[in-house]
């Protein structure tokens, strides 16, 4: 065996213009599958593969020329027709066109090559397909060796002005960021992360979500886009919020009226939890109110893809029953098919017990504007027949039983002028001192003298507060107050077994929850006084009546119907409020609230009783009123007192009066409503 058989590779000698080899070792048995005898007898191109042979010619022609040695890759034909790749090295060609080359059969590293091209070529098309951005960082350096077009787009950066630099380089912003913690987090550690951030210099400041993997000396980076997600998911979030905190109930069925979703407003106003529910129909929800007719056109009108409006009175889980505002609406699919509906339900239970009170409040200031004409000639009248009597006294002196008369139809005109007296309170059209005083020192006054003047199988009870609760008001008209609801409850508790009846003082700080229950309030302190007992009780129909004039629940001859009437005028007259709770049986409580003043110095309110003058010393008075018979019987009695009077009509007549006699006119009376 010679030298060249040992040799792993194919040794071979070609004479280049005869195109055949002349000798090769037996290492072409093991490569192509010849015998050198059939190696060496056939043109050395026929064993090259077709699309090689005019490259191999061409390649040994530009080495002959030049005098190089040659160095070129060919496929050659194997003994069974196949091919392999020969890598071929060779002396260049001497005098005689010897050339003497060896070969390597490197079909493998080939093949390795071509399958690596192909997964390259795949890896590309992949990663310039996809829509997310897409780098890979090599070494320490974490240098940018791939940037794919998504990636170019995204951060508006081309590829060529990135590649070959470290990424804090390219990308000098992004120094010291999360991007560069999570970088190197990732190639040290060798362990997948991903993080979600927001970055970026506008335009192209946005939120990303990126995922980092390590690979072979480096990592790669996978992200996308996405603001818009984030803005999507944030217009869900408020909407779920806004759906969930509503006042409104919100009740979500599926296309055959099964619940499938209801909010915690739904929970407050029925007493159902969303677990008592779900599954459910709706009707669970009905109190008998509706007629079938009502539910027929809600289905007919709601699976004709229209909206349904209407007022409705539905069932608590308790049995209650509440009224609400209700509107019910389809839900379309993508198709345009109805695949849920949603209801929307607002408690009224509030607003219809506000604008009942606003109907009681309209109406009692009507009224109040009736009572207060008709008392105001009431009284005209009354001023008339109290003055005859007092004349028709004075001409009857030597006649007692005419005196007598006259004091009883007298005592019956004084029961009159009070009856007109607490018409006036009801119309608040009569006059009062406002004055700044202690409410609770006076209430305690008031509550000493009660206890003498209600009967004693009555208990009195008291809860008064320690503060001096500053008001301003007329002391005359609430101490009147008072009475008149203690004597109504008195009145109540008549056949009670254990009568007893208890007042009670506190301050109240009113805010915006109080408010909404309880309509015409403002904000602040109020004086909050309560007198409750236990007696009868009114009948929730009647409650609305109670501060109406001559409205009574006693007994004929038993009330005239204004004592609550006066109630009511005094408390508006003071700027504040008057409520009722009862329940018929078990007794009533009523609730009074006055706004409470600042104020340092409380003027002393207490009255000195003067001496009345009942025969003047012939001084002059000017009587102003615009009734005549007012006028005349006025005129009479009071000349019949020692004094001169002079009278006026009206305004004008009493102004010309005055200017003709200034210095002879010693007092003025005036009726307050004459022109």
Same mark, same amino acid.
């Given at each position: ?144 060796? !791939?940037? %794919?077009? @998504?990636?170019?787009?995204?951060? /508006?950066?081309? =590829?060529?002005? &990135? #590649? $070959? ?95 499938? !979703?209801? %909010?915690? @407003?739904?929970?407050?106003?029925? /007493?159902?939890? =969303?677990?008592? &529910? #779900? $599954? ?396």
């Amino acid at each position: 065996m010679s030298t060249i058989d040992i040799f792993p590779g194919l040794i071979a000698t070609a004479n280049i213009e005869t195109g055949y080899f002349i000798e090769c070792n037996e290492a072409v048995t093991d490569i192509l599958g010849y015998s050198v005898e059939e190696f060496t007898s056939k043109p050395l191109v026929e064993f090259i593969h077709p699309d090689d042979r005019q490259r191999t010619i061409d390649e040994i022609n530009r080495q002959l020329q030049s005098g190089l040695t040659i160095c070129f890759q060919i496929r050659y034909q194997c003994k069974d027709n196949s091919y392999k790749w020969l890598s071929w090295q060779g002396t260049a060609a001497d005098e005689d066109g010897k050339v003497y080359a060896v070969a390597t059969d490197i079909t493998e590293f080939k093949q390795a090559e071509a399958d690596l091209e192909v997964s390259e070529k795949k890896f590309r098309s992949t990663v310039e397909g996809i829509s997310d951005g897409f780098f890979i960082l090599k070494d320490e350096d974490l240098i940018l060796t !791939y940037f %794919n077009s @998504s990636a170019e787009e995204i951060l /508006g950066r081309e =590829a060529k002005d &990135v #590649l $070959g630099k470290p990424i804090f380089d390219a990308f000098p912003e992004a120094k010291g960021s999360i991007f560069e913690k999570q970088y190197r987090r990732a190639f040290d550690t060798k362990v997948a992360t991903s993080f979600e951030t927001y970055f970026g210099i506008a335009p192209y400041a946005n939120w990303f979500d990126v995922r980092v993997h390590p690979v072979d000396d480096g990592i790669s980076v996978f992200f996308q886009r996405t603001t818009e997600r984030k803005q999507a998911e944030e217009k869900t979030r408020k909407l779920s919020q806004a759906v969930e905190q509503a006042g409104e109930s919100v009740i979500i069925t599926d296309a055959e009226g099964s619940i499938e !979703y209801v %909010n915690p @407003s739904f929970t407050r106003m029925t /007493g159902y939890s =969303a677990e008592e &529910v #779900l $599954g459910e129909n709706p009707r669970i929800l009905k109190s008998g109110n509706q007629s079938d007719e009502y539910y027929k056109e809600l289905w007919n009108t709601i699976t004709d893809g229209r909206v349904f409006n209407s007022s409705i009175i539905d069932r608590r889980k308790d049995g209650s029953q509440y009224p609400a505002t209700m509107s019910i609406a389809p839900i379309l699919n993508d198709e345009g098919s109805i695949s849920h509906y949603v209801a929307l339900q607002q408690d009224m239970t509030d607003h219809d017990m506000l604008e009942e009170q606003f109907r009681q409040s309209q109406k009692m200031e009507a009224l109040g504007t009736l009572v207060g004409g008709i008392a105001h000639d009431f009284n005209n009248m009354l001023a008339g027949i109290t003055g005859n009597l007092y004349l028709a006294k004075q001409s009857s002196e030597g006649n007692p039983k005419a005196i007598e008369k006259l004091r009883n139809i007298e005592g019956f005109s004084y029961r009159a002028a009070d009856m007109i007296q607490q018409l006036l309170t009801f119309a608040r059209k009569d006059r009062v001192s406002m004055k700044p005083f202690p409410f609770t020192p006076f209430i305690k006054e008031t509550i000493k003298l009660l206890h003498s003047s209600i009967p004693e199988n009555i208990t009195l009870g008291e809860d008064v507060c320690a503060d001096e609760l500053i008001v301003k008001g007329d002391a005359t008209q609430i101490h009147q107050v008072l009475l008149n609801l203690v004597n109504n409850a008195c009145d109540a508790l008549e056949w009670s077994t254990e009568p007893r009846i208890t007042i009670r003082l506190e301050a109240l700080q009113v805010d915006e929850t109080f408010i909404e229950k309880h309509m015409g309030f403002a904000t602040g302190v109020y004086a909050h006084l309560s007198v409750q007992d236990n007696g009868c009780g009114v009948p929730e129909n009647r409650t609305s009546h109670l501060f109406e004039p001559f409205f009574t629940t006693k007994e004929v001859g038993k009330g005239t119907g204004l004592g609550l009437a006066m109630v009511f005028g005094s408390v508006k007259s003071h700027h504040g409020f008057v409520e009722v709770e009862s329940v018929e049986g078990e007794g009533a409580t009523f609730h009074i609230y006055l706004p409470l003043v600042d104020s340092e110095k409380i003027a002393d309110s207490s009255k000195q009783d003067g001496e009345v003058t009942e025969k003047g010393q012939g001084e002059t008075i000017l009587f102003v009123d615009d009734q005549e018979g007012i006028i005349d019987t006025g005129k009479e009695v009071l000349e019949s007192m020692g004094y001169q009077v002079m009278t006026a009509s009206n305004g004008q007549q009493a102004v010309d009066l005055f200017k003709e006699h200034p210095e002879a006119i010693d007092l003025l009376l005036w009726m307050s409503s004459c022109p």
